[in-house]
């Protein structure tokens, strides 16, 4: 709980709200430039308009770094280097005012911007002001849309539109969001992008059944409603599909990288060609025409990292819009532009059409009928992980750095600041790239804070290794103290863990009260993970509690020849059953509702295909998810020797352990856990290495089955947030042919899934984003690890066969899934806290030896907690003295009503009204008390 008399400061003085996400909100400029909407080109009505959109697709980490993409190096793996496509284009712009140009990833634009002389900054200025160099969606970079967290999105997107309004103002906000390469789009992402402000919404990618369908319909332009929770038009999104992804129509690709011919308009030589590019072109743009409504139609002239050398590309298309239109003269109506996104779409907005509508999202996306893009929804494990463990770091780094005040970036520890590690995460955001370990920046910041706001600088250690028992610290010291620091602005219990070599131990809490503990083996499973990183024998289990937005600190010290644990309380909110044959979970029970359903649960592999079968050759590769058979098999009965070891942190007597011997194969184990005081089972799974000796690819699921009717239905989060309905073989708005009855029936899961009936909704929490499906009635199954043979044909050139240096023969994967069983109308309140403390989880740092008596124990940032309903999504320095602070209401409609929120201790000082699934943003100016 609070505790008031240690908070420092309160926030008081709200000193403007900055639209929705303290990303600038439309403004009057002082002096009015030319840039937006007024710097758009001319059109002819009675014509059919082509607004030709110069870009270039710029992925901020792929095949190679973003570094070596941004400075051309390691061209032998890409060739792309982004600083010569900026500079060739700007060169471009400069020759023909008519010259547009468009760019999205402010990531590189930001390195590029840095190198430039005051001359240069000022002339790309005054190339913005006119609206001749646009920026469009202006991200740090492009998220990707299946895998990625909202909280990380919001921030990437915040970060790099924040550069662009510091640098250019009012002309360098983005009006259209740009999503032209993720593989489905989520439609959270679109209400995140109507709640930013954005005017519209472009994108490439799409299933191919919905797009033929869409394309005859005329549809490919919609108005996408995006939540179904916030009131009509707050999260509306006008929403168009390219026509050709991102890349230019065929015959018409001018980089370097092409091989298309250019215009070649001189008569007097050989191979003139104008006439044949015009009449193909107009070819293109007639057919194009009959699958859009308008008499506006765009084509996105570029394509991957584009530009490089921009005369080619400018030298056309300049002329194949001389000539284009000089057939107008000769009767031909058929107007080409040079033009952006946002112009292309101010004429759709002046045409006043009403346009479809869309409820629903754009997942799976398939480009073909064996070809679904399901298996990057779990694909590299490991790396999903430390995304969402680095965004909680970032997040409580950003609390402590605003909790310090000054003194977190220059104390005791030297200087560290949340930024180095803000641009580091942001890289990890679209496709994959390797990330090394926390900033060491980040942890000085920390442990600056800690110490300002506890009054010791005794010095402190982390343990990153937790997760597999491994903590130098705590093995072998007789005495140390936890500070458990809990970002989240509720008070949270938790269990820890921590590798100990004792066998029994005293531990008090911050005002000196005993806390229970308890002593038990380290579980065969994670002394095999270990691999020589850690030897401990044991682990220390004790249920931790600390304040809102602060921590509390517990004293551990070892006690000689202690008794062993004393059996524990029974567990007070579930019980579980397991098999006494096979030793799977056989039932779970909610002891409050007195509700039960049968579930068992088991690991199956699916054979990934090799690409040898009659009805595609497409392989299952690291973004394609392809089994080769509807039945997985199941993973047990044959080479076993490890054991599942259940016991409750502090619970049920772990005497029947040695009933439950042989079960799970070497690579895969479990550990089933099932604490006093939560409200969900705990299941923690290690996968791998998984086996190729058999040369079959192998993609590894976990499956629960229960007793629930669910009716071809089940339930996932999109981006961690609203939830959509998804049934089996369906798609809400065409009529689905399906093709591939798993990878066809796999969705993003980003934080939480279920499957529900009249009666009982079992709901699984995950600690990173996997996909995953309900292929039969009341089952459900999440797709853990994979590891394949073969590439599929979309890019990275190899197979997905991870290794690490601990795990050089196949990497090995650790995490946890924590089941949940309530009645359906009160799922919600079991479940969003236990997603939400799986994604701001708590930052466990340790101190040696005993702590001096002055240092304070407990620490609150807040005077009071936060009604349940509203989540504290962001309290970051956004300058000097001011706080950015970002509020959410956290429930949908159809889970709560209205929650009127009062913070800072005096509720006439403010009020902040918030509807679900609102979110708000305010930048306060703090006083230091
Ligand atoms: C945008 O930039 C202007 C200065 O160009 C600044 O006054 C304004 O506060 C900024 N808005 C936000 C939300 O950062
Ligand atoms: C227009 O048509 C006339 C007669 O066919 C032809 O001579 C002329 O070259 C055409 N102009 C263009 C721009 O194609
Ligand atoms: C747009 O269409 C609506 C009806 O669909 C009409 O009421 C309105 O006047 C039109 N606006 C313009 C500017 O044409
Ligand atoms: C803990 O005990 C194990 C087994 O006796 C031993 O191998 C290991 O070195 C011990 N660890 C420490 C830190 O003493
Ligand atoms: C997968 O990785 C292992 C371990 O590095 C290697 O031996 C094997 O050849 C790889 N297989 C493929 C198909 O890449
Ligand atoms: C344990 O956590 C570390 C640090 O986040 C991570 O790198 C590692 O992959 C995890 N281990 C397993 C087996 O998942
Ligand atoms: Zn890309």
């Known amino acids: 709980m609070a505790t008031p008399e240690y908070t420092p400061f309160v926030f008081l003085l709200l000193l403007f ?38 870009h270039t697709h710029d992925d901020v980490g792929w095949l190679k770094t973003v570094d070596q993409y941004f400075y051309g190096d390691r061209n032998d793996i890409q060739h792309a280097g982004v600083q010569y496509i900026l500079d060739s284009v700007v060169d471009q712009l400069l020759k023909n005012p008519d010259r547009r140009f468009i760019y999205v990833e402010t990531a590189f634009f930001y390195r590029w911007w840095k190198q430039q002389t005051d001359d240069m900054q000022n002339t790309v200025k005054q190339l913005v002001n006119e609206g001749r160099l646009e920026f469009v969606n202006g991200g740090w970079c492009m998220s990707d849309e299946a895998t990625t967290h909202y909280s990380a999105v919001i921030d990437q997107m915040t970060m790099g539109l ?59 332009e919609m108005l996408w409603r995006a939540s179904e929770s916030l009131t009509p038009p707050m999260a509306d999104l006008f929403t168009g599909i390219l026509p050709n992804g991102y890349n230019p129509p065929e015959g018409f690709c001018w980089d370097q990288s092409c091989d298309d011919p250019p215009i070649r308009d001189d008569p007097d030589l050989e191979d003139y060609n104008v006439d044949d590019v015009v009449t193909r072109f107009l070819h293109i743009a007639h057919g194009q025409a009959l699958v859009y ?36 003269s000769n009767g031909s109506e058929v107007n080409v532009l040079y033009s952006t996104p946002s112009c292309y779409l101010q004429e759709l907005h002046r045409v006043n059409l009403t346009w479809p509508l869309k409820g629903d999202d754009f997942f799976p996306y398939a480009d073909s009928a064996h070809d679904f893009w399901t298996g990057y929804f779990t694909s590299r494990p490991a790396l999903k992980r430390y995304e969402r463990i680095s965004n909680s770091y970032l997040q ?92 989240l602005a509720r008070p949270v219990s938790w269990p820890v863990r921590l590798p100990v070599n004792g066998t029994a131990y005293s531990i008090s809490d911050a005002k000196g009260k005993a806390v229970d503990s308890q002593v038990v083996p380290v579980s065969q499973a994670t002394a095999a993970v270990r691999r020589g990183r850690g030897y401990a024998v044991n682990e220390l289990l004790f249920q931790v509690q600390a304040p809102p937005l602060g921590y509390s600190t517990y004293s551990v ?50 054979n990934a295909s090799d690409g040898n079968n009659s009805e595609s050759i497409q392989m299952s590769g690291a973004y394609i998810f392809r089994p080769n058979t509807s039945t997985p098999f199941i993973i047990s009965k044959t080479s076993l020797y490890l054991h599942v070891f259940q016991y409750n942190s502090i619970c049920m007597r772990p005497t029947k352990r040695s009933r439950f011997i042989p079960w799970f194969s070497p690579w895969v184990s479990q550990v089933v856990r099932l604490y006093t005081d939560s409200r969900a089972l705990e299941l923690e799974w290690t996968v791998g290495p998984v086996p190729i000796g058999d040369d079959l690819g ?82 459900l199954e999440i797709m853990l690890h994979r590891r394949l043979l073969y590439d599929d044909v979309r890019g990275v050139g190899e197979p997905l066969n991870e290794t690490s240096d601990i795990y050089p023969e196949g990497l090995v994967v650790r995490g946890r899934h924590l089941l949940s069983l309530s009645p359906p109308a009160m799922a919600a309140d079991t479940h969003r806290p236990l997603a939400q403390e799986v994604v701001l989880q708590p930052l466990i740092t340790f101190t040696d030896g005993e702590l001096h008596p002055s240092t304070r124990l407990e620490f609150s940032g807040l005077q009071a907690v936060l009604p349940p309903a509203v989540h504290l999504l ?25 929650t009127l929120l009062s913070l800072g201790g005096d509720p006439s000082v403010w009020e902040v009204s918030l509807k679900p699934m609102e979110i708000r943003t305010f930048l306060l100016r703090v006083r230091q008390r």
């Open 698 to 779: 192998k993609e590894v699921i976990s499956r629960l089955d229960s007793s629930i009717n669910s009716s071809g239905v089940f339930y996932t989060d999109s981006n961690g947030r609203e939830v959509l309905q998804r049934r089996k073989d369906y798609r809400p708005t065409w009529n689905l042919r399906q093709s591939e009855p798993i990878a066809g029936n796999y969705y993003p899961i980003n934080s939480r899934a279920y499957i529900k009936d009249d009666k009982d909704q079992l709901t699984v929490v995950t600690d990173r984003s996997q996909g995953g499906g309900s292929i039969q009635d009341g089952s």
């Open 874 to 898: 962001t309290v970051s320095q956004w300058d000097q003295d001011t706080v950015l602070l970002r509020l959410e209401h956290q429930y949908q409609a159809s889970e709560i009503t209205h």
């Open 557 to 606: 010290s070892l006690l000689q020849n202690g008794p062993p644990s004393p059996p524990s309380p029974l567990p007070r909110f579930l019980r579980v059953t397991f098999d006494r044959e096979t030793g799977l979970l056989s039932s779970l029970s909610n002891l409050e509702t007195q509700q039960t359903v049968k579930l068992s649960q088991n690991f199956y592999w699916y």
């Open 17 to 54: 709200q900055s639209g929705v996400w303290g990303v600038p909100v439309c403004q009057t400029p002082q002096e009015s430039p030319t840039c937006g909407y007024k710097s758009c080109h001319a059109t002819k009505p009675g014509m059919l308009n082509v607004h030709l959109v110069p």
């Open 396 to 487: 409580t780094c950003k609390q402590l750095e605003v909790l310090g005040g000054p003194i977190s970036r220059k104390g005791p520890f030297g200087a560290g600041d949340s930024e180095t590690l803000k641009h580091r995460l942001n890289k990890v955001y679209h496709c994959t790239v390797c990330v090394t370990s926390l900033s060491p920046l980040s942890q000085v910041l920390v442990s600056n804070t800690l110490s300002s706001l506890s009054g010791s600088s005794a010095p402190r250690v982390y343990c990153e290794h937790l997760n597999i028992s491994v903590c130098p610290l705590t093995e072998t010291s007789k005495k140390f103290s936890v500070n458990v620091y809990n970002p």
């Open 293 to 328: 409504k308008t008499n506006h139609i765009i084509m996105t002239m570029g394509s991957d990292f584009q530009y490089e050398n921009a005369n080619l590309w400018y030298k056309n298309l300049d002329k194949l819009i001389r000539y284009v239109n000089q057939m107008q």
């Open 162 to 220: 924040r550069f662009l309004n510091d640098t250019f103002g009012h002309c360098g906000r983005p009006r259209v969001a740009w999503h032209i390469d993720p593989f489905g789009h989520a439609r959270e992402h679109a209400s995140m992008f109507a709640q930013m402000g954005y005017d519209g919404f472009f994108f490439g990618r799409l299933d191919y059944q919905d797009r033929n369908r869409r394309m005859v319909a005329r549809e490919q």
